[in-house]
């Protein structure tokens, strides 16, 4: 089978998963304890915004182009879609959050008897739609809370980010199937711009739990915002990758690969924290250089399984990394800083090895039944 994947982007998914997963851990454990900060992660999950928008649209565009969509109604390419990236998404969110869940009220010694109260007020958590539920709202940021029953909390709060995610591929899917030229010309735009006008671009805009002109979750405006301009930058690499390239352009892309991917590596580890405009506009940069794919440094790592598995790891990675964080913090009270941010890597690249394995032979032989059976068909 032809490899279709970008090795370069894979790489990247987990390098820059990891970096979050490491951010968590100082705002989650080491805040307050006067440690000299390093890893934080920086302001990151812009990139993966950007990719999630620009693979919606390579899929819609890949879609139209074929013909397979041509009389078929705009709510029904959107259902189609949307359940793809569910089946594809939901079986990691739901074992991170199950995970979170059983580790977190072990730690808390919820009685047996209130934890099916406390379940029934997490259900939008486990149906993988948090950001439409009351739960979303707060994550406490201690180790351990005592569950109150009637009180929703996120028990994985990194995973509202999927969360707005499936919903919000969801809208968009749908708005650009009905016109792309009004989501080009006149929704994205005015959209990006409504949002980082009402929640801000600075660190303040962090800590609004609503945007408050257009009745929005934070976390969903923010998503789908930056799907907006993953979307858009479908336009940008297509231009580019049409285009032949001269030794002058492929020198400036490869200049650019180096001298940002130096930047990303050097701001997570020094602890340097950008504002989210700046971040955004270099990490917007950075995606268009990776998914044009035609720089020389690309050619030194492109087509490496290796990476590709990485790619695949960092999903489940990103799923559990918040139960290592409580879990170790709880079990190794002790423990020195330095010290956990290499267990936390050990355990959490563990696990998430292990819930892969699940994914692949547990649940896609269940529940991706027809995926694999069309699979069996292109090969014969």
């Not at 390093?38 to 302001?43: L, P």
């Not at 939901?90 to 869940?101: D, H, I, K, N, T």
């Not at 892969?356 to 995926?371: A, G, L, N, Q, S």
Request: charged residues 15%; aromatic residues 18%; hydrophobic residues 50%.
């Amino acid at each position: 089978m032809k490899n279709t994947k970008i090795t370069t982007i894979e790489l990247w998914r987990f390098i820059l998963t990891v970096a979050i997963a490491l951010g968590h851990l100082n705002t989650f454990v080491w805040l307050d304890t006067g440690e000299n900060l390093i890893f934080t992660g920086g302001r990151v999950l812009a990139f993966f915004m950007f990719l999630s928008g620009y693979f919606l649209m390579a899929h819609y565009k890949k879609q139209k182009t074929s013909g397979k969509n041509k009389n078929v109604s705009a709510a029904k390419q959107t259902w189609e879609y949307t359940k793809s990236r569910f089946k594809a998404l939901y079986p990691a969110l739901f074992m991170g959050v199950l995970l979170a869940f059983i580790v977190r009220n072990a730690i808390s010694g919820t009685k047996i008897t209130e934890i099916f109260g406390v379940f029934m007020d997490s259900i939008w958590e486990f149906l993988g739609i948090s950001q439409i539920g009351a739960v979303g709202l707060l994550e406490l940021k201690s180790i351990t809370f005592d569950p109150v029953l009637g009180v929703s909390y996120l028990w994985n709060g990194p995973l509202w980010y999927i969360s707005a995610l499936i919903l919000a591929g969801l809208i968009l899917y749908y708005i650009v199937s009905k016109s792309e030229d009004f989501f080009t010309g006149f929704f994205a735009p005015v959209f990006v711009i409504i949002t980082y006008a009402s929640v801000g671009l600075t660190d303040a805009g962090w800590d609004r739990t609503m945007v408050n002109s257009i009745g929005l979750p934070n976390g969903l405006a923010r998503v789908m915002a930056g799907m907006c301009l993953g979307m858009l930058m479908y336009y940008i690499v297509e231009y580019f990758r049409k285009k032949k390239f001269s030794e002058v352009m492929t020198m400036t892309f490869s200049i650019l690969h180096i001298g940002i991917a130096i930047f990303l590596l050097y701001t997570i580890y020094a602890g340097i924290t950008w504002s989210e405009f700046t971040n955004g506009i270099i990490l917007f940069v950075f995606c268009v250089v990776l998914l044009t794919n035609k720089d020389y440094i690309a050619v030194l790592y492109n087509k490496s399984s290796f990476c590709n598995f990485l790619g695949r790891l960092s999903l489940y990675y990103y799923a559990v990394h918040i139960v290592f964080v409580f879990l170790l913090a709880y079990i190794f009270p002790e423990m020195s800083y330095h010290i956990s941010i290499i267990f936390n890597i050990l355990f959490t690249t563990g696990a998430s090895f292990i819930l892969m394995c699940i994914d692949d032979y547990v649940v896609t032989p269940i529940f991706r039944k027809e995926k694999n059976l069309e699979k069996k068909r292109k090969m014969a």
